[in-house]
C-alpha cells in the first residue's frame, strides 16, 4: 500500500513541479492525474501497482468531504447573505453548460455524418 501511495504522491508532485515550472493555471492534482492516466494508457505504469490504494480511495471518497462541509457550515451567515446571487449563479452556469454541451455533441454529429458520407461515397 506505501508503494501505491508513493506512485499517486509522485504523480502529485510531477504536477506541482509542471505548475511551479510553467506557471500553468491548472490544480496540480489534475495535471498529476492527467499523467498518471496517461501512463497507465500508455502500460508504463500496471494498474496493479495503483489499484488497491485507487479502490480504498473510492471506497471512502465521502469521508473527503467531511472537511468542507464543516467549512460551509463555519461560512453558513456569508452563504445565507449572498443566497440568491450563488442561486443565479449556479442556474445560469448549469443552462449554460447544457446548451453549449448539445451545441458542441450537434456539431461533432455532423461532422462525422460528413466524414461518413464522403468516405462512404454517399450524397
Sequence with gaps: MVYQCGIIFGFLAIGELIVWLTGIKLPSSIIGMLLL???????????????????????????????????????????????????VASAVSTVVVIVVTGWIHQLVRKYQHRQFTKRHGIH
Design 37 to 87: 492516466t496517461a501512463c497507465l494508457q500508455l502500460k508504463w505504469i500496471r494498474l496493479r501497482w495503483v489499484e488497491g490504494i485507487a479502490n480504498f480511495l473510492v471506497k471512502n471518497l465521502g469521508f473527503f468531504f467531511i472537511p468542507p462541509g464543516v467549512a460551509l457550515m463555519l461560512h453558513l451567515n456569508v452563504i445565507k447573505a449572498q443566497l440568491l446571487p450563488i442561486i
